[in-house]
């Protein structure tokens, strides 16, 4: 499911990614009007990090700082379920708290 959010005034497009790592979830973002693309792993215990290490992913031209906006927390929520679906020994008789 994608998420459209105007931030700063730029539209930015926000989607929750199962992704290939075996330990997280992904939240891409893009800008709407097309462009690089930004990262974020996101772990069973609801932390995430910004991945712009990760081939074909890079830091947001629209930002001085190079930084992409946060995504909405209920993509971050959808993503923590992915992370702990990936990892179920991890958090076993837990569930998700939002």
């Given amino acids: 499911m994608a998420y459209e959010s105007e931030i700063q005034g730029q539209t930015y497009i926000f989607e929750v990614d199962y992704g290939e790592e075996s330990k ?28 712009e290490d990760v081939p074909g992913f890079g830091p947001n031209p629209a930002a001085e700082d190079g930084r992409w906006p946060m995504p909405p927390q209920e993509l971050i929520a959808d993503a923590r379920r992915i992370a702990k679906a990936k990892n179920p020994e991890q958090d076993a008789g837990e569930e998700v708290q939002d």
């Fill in 24 to 51: 997280a979830a992904r939240v891409i973002v893009r800008p709407a009007l097309g462009g690089p693309e930004g990262l974020f792993l996101v772990f069973p215990d609801g932390s995430l990090e910004p991945a």
